[in-house]
């Protein structure tokens, strides 16, 4: 865009990647709304190399849809619904005979890692199926709330060896990037199943493949990669890591959809949360979902 292209009397700039040159042409710009969740890294570094009084915002329209996915890939994987339905397609049905892995979920005790939009709704599933909740947030204090139980983030090491599932429900920042190494996957049951919503790049890929590999986890269900398409024409054929998952039989994989519902209804939910934090700027107020930047989210 040329600079006589660019408007100049902005209040409030809805935008993922804005330019520097814009940012600095808007003399009475007061927020940034990043139209979706998290912050692009070129935004933050941005933000914070030039512009860390501007006060940015985040949509959280697509958190229904990503905390039902990480719930059925938890039961699909739990469940062991995958490789069954594979092999019953061709009328083999020595799955019910000999016991196909699965795991009881009621009684038992889930641990989600971050407790924002989507998190919250996992942990309120997670109750609803009987199971005892525990939840981690970097800013949290010991509290229980809803009957879930939150915990500082600096109890990982703690809380990780409760879990027969762990959702990993995390922005990545600098602060999260490898938060769950080979260390903390050691920490957790060869019972536990384990859900990754977030990002890839919070879980140590060579470690999580090495545990899943070695059954010491019982299952994984996978939304996030480490290798995405580069091009159009290579969506057709891109590992999405470097290691064989797709070889495993206790992995449910998904190709990162969990923001993915139809099209409409996606962009209906982003406009109505848009003009929500719109409207409560216009009036003086803060909306909800404010980023600290310098924290990554």
């Not at 998290?38 to 949509?59: I, K, S, W």
């Not at 005790?109 to 109750?127: E, N, Q």
């Not at 060896?161 to 990545?172: D, E, G, S, T, Y």
């Not at 070695?214 to 057709?236: M, N, T």
């Amino acid at each position: 865009m040329g600079s006589d292209r660019i408007p100049t009397e902005l209040d409030v700039l809805v935008a993922g990647r804005p330019t520097k040159d814009l940012l600095v042409s808007q003399q009475r710009l007061r927020a940034l709304i990043i139209p979706y969740a998290g912050v692009p890294a070129e935004t933050r570094t941005l933000l914070l190399e030039h512009f860390q009084d501007l006060a940015v915002y985040n949509l959280h329209h697509n958190a229904v849809a990503a905390s039902e996915l990480a719930f059925a890939l938890f039961l699909a994987a739990a469940k062991t619904l995958i490789p069954v339905d594979r092999t019953f397609r061709m009328h083999d049905w020595r799955s019910r005979y000999d016991g196909a892995p699965t795991l009881l979920l009621d009684g038992k005790t889930a641990v989600i890692l971050g407790f924002g939009a989507i998190g919250r709704r996992i942990a309120a599933s997670c109750k609803a199926l009987g199971m005892h909740v525990h939840a981690l947030r970097r800013t949290a204090k010991h509290e229980t709330l809803d009957g879930i139980q939150v915990h500082p983030s600096k109890e990982l090491a703690e809380i990780l060896p409760l879990a027969h599932a762990l959702f990993v429900a995390l922005p990545l920042t600098p602060e999260t990037e490898g938060m769950i190494g080979k260390r903390e996957i050691g920490w957790l049951s060869p019972n536990c199943v384990l859900v990754n919503i977030a990002r890839g790049k919070v879980i140590d890929e060579a470690a999580l493949y090495a545990a899943l590999r070695d059954q010491h986890l019982a299952a994984a269900g996978i939304d996030v990669w480490y290798e995405y398409p580069k091009s159009e024409a290579s969506r057709a054929n891109t590992p999405p890591s470097r290691f064989p998952f797709h070889e495993l039989d206790n992995v449910v994989m998904s190709p990162h959809r969990g923001g993915a519902f139809l099209l409409e209804e996606l962009e209906q939910r982003r406009m109505t949360d848009l003009a929500g934090t719109l409207n409560a700027l216009s009036r003086g107020e803060s909306p909800t979902h404010r980023v600290d930047v310098l924290a990554g989210y």
